[in-house]
């Protein structure tokens, strides 16, 4: 891989070649918008059929023109059409300026259907068509006509993604969370979860979202710690004179609409739990552990988006956005829930339950001032609240099994577990952008704050809860109390805070070559605590009457202080106080750790046109990367408390070219060597359990510091009409040292990171098709359809067996699959859009597929955790009324699918769950049913 990468860079650098023709290029700027770069401009030459469009920063370019004097005709719907002369010499580009002025009359209507345009489909593809390096583009209009409500389901929209069910972990090109960076308008965004690197997509609603874009191939100006690829969210804003939307939906599912929901106590309807500043001991002490009623399952969705313009004297402008959303949803689960590895330690074989009411509440303020057409301020801040708050039932028909039962190890065995996750997150950006003759230059600054945490899970565990299904009063369940933690209250906390700055100078040379030269840094900081308590049962025997009033067990009353009081339970806890003791006491956190984050790099890179066709990008970056943990954890005895540290330097060469076939074909190339980095959760030996899957890190990560990775790319594209696109990209990486999730082949079954071989390959192909099949007389489409598809091979070294200072694994195979790589991943859509009179409607059929692709390792002898592949069809049927009123109704999942993880075996395939899923396996997600209604004054 290296030596072909030399090779490459040698062949680019002797390409050039003499010119007989000449060139006329230029910028188009908007005087409505205080002279912004305007896009779509038609540019061509009189009387002839060559021409253009100016892209999104206002840029066209006319080629291999002969020598001689033209008329270019500027035009665009909405604004006077200007003809230039313009004399053009052999070998020579003549840079024609122009500023365009819209018709008086229609001012208004200009500037707000030119803000919307720059997120349509036609937008987003004639901005990739242009863009320097490789992109690929989702807009907020397209998120619309498919039914997306957040960017977790954009992303899957594009060629090459998918998404994992039940978690928020997305893939790129068969890599998964650790091999992917997600930004917001450029600047790094914090993780959400103890268990992600990456934050949850899905927290942003579509109503924030003005486009998403997906870099797949490495540019100098991204940080080093990459591999699939870089997922930017640009926010919405607003450019227009005023603005004002009304938004409601509603809808079920078809799983919840019928059953009585339930959900933890303490929790509000809103998705707030105000308890979590009180110590844990007192919530234990005075609140129950029962769940309560949710309230009817119906989805709600309510938003409201406001914008307002104020002009100024000098030319200055400031535009306000501002948007405000809260959405609910009630899903019902049902399947099996099994802890499987050499032996089945326990299961629930279809008699799995999960109640889930989730929240999101979204704010978004943007204030973009326009100093002078040259100096731009901008002013980003987010808020957002996502809750998700799941009851669980297990063994809910008497059938559950545990091998370490101390009644019944063939039935009877239950489990309840109550689960509230809240998630407050605070993102503020300041962005500048200033011009000064041939330099420009683009900083910005970022401050964030995320504060993750799981207030008063709840757990209980029975035995003989067949009894408590029988007719015979006499005869009840009683508590499995093998420790004292089967019944338990966990508490467990994670804040985050980050800051990050970029800078970038761009000097414009001349008229062939821009050179960039910039620095950007990051530091993130993570605190994580838990703490538990448990309820030691002090009469083993004491029958559970009505399993669904366990508060009137755990009482202070019932509580057993002294050694007559005739108390049931005792509260134990794992590490106490100094000069407490550990049984009914407030105690200390029993696990924590402080992780450390620090990047900071200067990078270069030169955009070098050569003759009319030929650009080519060459850049370096040099990065300095620390990252410490300093862990106090309770599962590894004596090895339970220490700091890790590494320190490294990179050096990241990258090369991109960008040959144009002719004004609608391009075809690109990129070559470039990156990083892959270990994350605090896969570092950290917490191990936090659920009730089937324990998962922990690994401090032995840090030894080797980062993974090399070399990427290569070759991508062409053929934007043969509006709005539609061939193109077909084939890639290859090569990965040192990669790191896997694996299953342990122990007793415990635990999940942890590896560093397991030598090489990871990836080589895959993707396929990407628009075309619109009847169009009206403007052009516009009536018929489309899309479709895009990406085939992938992975092959890692699996060592024999690894010795590290924590942890030893071993493999009984020489090869496998790299984790989380789907070797097939397909997306499809049709869309019809007829007109009647002001009557729009526009329907959508959308499908998706991802294939089978391992969730998990499995190591000794261990067969792997297989994600089952899913298909996924929605229908979305969008009525625009009059231009101001959107009636859309959508039915989503109607295949309903089954959602399937499963171990293999010599035996056979056995279910089994997922550290990356929803708690149970085997079930159906149901299907949903919505109502949106958004109005526009």
Do not use: C
């Not at 469009?53 to 370019?61: F, H």
């Not at 209507?109 to 919307?116: A, Q």
């Not at 809910?396 to 509230?420: H, P, S, V």
């Not at 499809?828 to 526009?842: V, W």
């Amino acid at each position: 891989m290296k030596y072909t990468l030399l090779k490459l860079l040698l062949l680019t650098t002797t390409l050039a070649f003499a010119q007989q023709t000449g060139t006329i290029s230029g910028n188009i700027t908007d005087k409505a918008y205080n002279l912004e770069p305007l896009p779509f401009v038609n540019v061509y030459i009189e009387g002839t059929n060559q021409g253009t469009t100016s892209n999104m920063n206002g840029v066209y370019q006319l080629t291999n023109l002969s020598p001689g004097n033209y008329t270019v005709v500027y035009s665009f719907l909405g604004y006077e059409t200007q003809q230039i002369p313009v004399l053009v010499k052999s070998g020579e580009t003549t840079k024609v300026t122009i500023e365009m002025a819209p018709s008086a009359s229609v001012l208004e209507e200009v500037l707000i259907s030119s803000s919307n345009k720059r997120e349509s489909e036609v937008a987003l593809l004639l901005q990739q068509k242009n863009a320097l390096v490789m992109k690929q583009h989702i807009g907020a209009n397209e998120l619309a006509r498919k039914g997306v409500s957040t960017a977790a389901g954009a992303v899957t929209k594009i060629s090459g993604i998918s998404k994992q069910e039940g978690s928020s972990a997305v893939y790129v090109r068969g890599l998964g969370d650790r091999y992917l960076n997600t930004t917001l308008n450029g600047l790094p965004l914090p993780s959400n979860n103890v268990d992600e690197k990456n934050i949850d997509l899905s927290l942003f609603s579509s109503n924030i979202i003005k486009n998403i874009s997906v870099s797949k191939a490495y540019a100098v100006g991204f940080y080093g710690d990459f591999s699939a690829g870089n997922i930017n969210i640009n926010s919405k804003d607003f450019k227009g004179t005023s603005l004002l939307n009304v938004g409601v939906s509603s809808g079920f599912n078809t799983n919840a609409v019928t059953k009585n929901f339930v959900k933890s106590e303490g929790t509000g309807h809103f998705g707030y739990y105000n308890r979590y500043r009180h110590n844990p001991f007192a919530v234990v002490l005075s609140h129950g552990i029962d769940p309560v009623s949710a309230g009817t399952p119906i989805n709600t969705n309510y938003s409201l988006t406001a914008g307002k313009s104020f002009q100024f004297k000098n030319q200055s402008r400031l535009h306000i956005f501002a948007t405000a959303s809260f959405k609910n949803a009630f899903q019902y689960r049902q399947g099996t829930t099994r802890d499987y590895t050499l032996v089945e330690k326990k299961a629930f074989q279809n008699s799995a339950e999960a109640y889930e009411y989730t929240t999101t509440t979204t704010g978004l303020a943007t204030a973009n001032y326009k100093i002078t057409p040259n100096n731009t301020l901008t002013y980003n801040g987010i808020f957002i609240n996502s809750t998700a708050d799941v009851v669980g039932y297990f063994g809910i028909n008497g059938n559950g099994k545990n091998r370490d039962a101390i009644r019944n190890t063939d039935a009877g065995f239950y489990q309840m577990n109550a689960q509230f996750d809240q998630t407050k997150m605070l993102v503020n950006q300041l962005l500048g952008q200033h011009i000064f003759q041939k330099f420009k230059v683009n900083w910005g600054f970022g401050y964030n704050y995320v504060r993750a945490h799981q207030p008063d899970r709840k757990r209980i565990s029975l035995e003989n809860y067949q009894l408590a299904l029988d007719d015979n009063p006499n005869t009840n369940p009683t508590f499995y109390n093998n420790v004292d933690f089967d019944n338990q209250r966990y508490f467990q906390n994670i804040t985050d805070t980050a800051y990050n700055g970029q800078i970038n100078l761009a000097y414009q040379a001349n008229e062939q070559t821009t050179i960039h030269m910039g620095f950007n840094g990051k530091q993130k900081v993570r605190d994580f605590n838990n703490i538990r308590y448990g309820y030691a049962i002090s009469d083993i025997n004491y029958p559970v009457t009505d399993v669904h009033n366990l508060n009137s067990i755990f009482t202070l009353n019932n509580l057993h202080i002294s050694e007559n009081d005739g108390g049931i339970y005792q509260i134990k806890v794992i590490k106490p106080i100094p000069g407490f003791g550990t049984t009914n006491m407030p105690g200390l956190p029993e696990n924590t750790y402080q992780g450390t984050n620090s990047v900071f790099a200067a990078y270069a890179h030169a955009e070098i046109l050569v003759g009319s066709k030929w650009l080519f990008i060459p850049g370096i970056r040099a990065e300095s990367i620390k990252q410490d943990i300093d862990f106090h954890v309770i599962n590894l005895g004596l090895q339970g408390q220490g700091l890790v540290s590494s320190e490294n330097k990179l050096l990241l060469p990258s090369l991109q070219v960008k040959y144009g076939i002719s004004d609608n074909q391009n075809l690109r190339f990129s070559a470039s060597k990156t990083a892959s980095l270990p994350e605090f959760k896969e570092v950290a030996p917490f191990v936090y359990e659920d009730i089937s899957v324990r998962v922990g890190g690994n401090p032995d990560l840090l030894n080797k510091g980062y993974s090399k990775i070399y990427n290569l790319d070759l991508h062409y594209e053929w934007f043969f009409g509006k709005g539609e696109l061939l193109s077909v990209a084939a890639f290859a990486k090569t990965i040192k040292d990669p790191i896997n999730l694996v299953v342990s082949a122990d007793a415990t079954g635990t999940q942890r990171y590896f560093r397991t071989g030598k090489k990871a390959s990836v080589y895959g192909i993707e396929l990407e098709f628009r075309k619109n099949i009847l169009t009206n007389n403007n052009a516009n489409k009536i018929l489309s359809t899309g479709f895009n598809a990406s085939y992938m091979h992975t092959k890692q070294d699996l060592d024999t067996k690894i010795d590290g200072n924590y942890y030893d694994v071993s493999f009984n195979k020489t090869s496998d699959a790299l984790q989380g790589a789907s070797p097939l991943l397909l997306n499809a859509d049709i869309s019809y859009s007829p007109q009647f009179k002001n009557y729009k409607p526009t329907a959508n059929l959308v499908f998706s597929y991802f294939a089978d692709r391992i969730d998990a390792l499995g190591s000794g002898q261990l067969g792997n955790v297989i994600e089952k592949g899913v298909p996924t069809l929605n229908v979305i049927w969008k009525n625009t009324i009059k231009n101001n009123l959107d009636i859309t109704i959508s039915v989503l999942n109607i295949l309903n699918p089954r959602i399937q993880y499963y171990r293999e075996t010599t035996l056979g395939n056995v279910l089994v769950n997922s550290a990356n899923g929803k708690g149970i396996t085997d079930y159906k997600r149901g299907l949903e049913l919505g109502l949106d209604l958004n109005y526009r004054f």
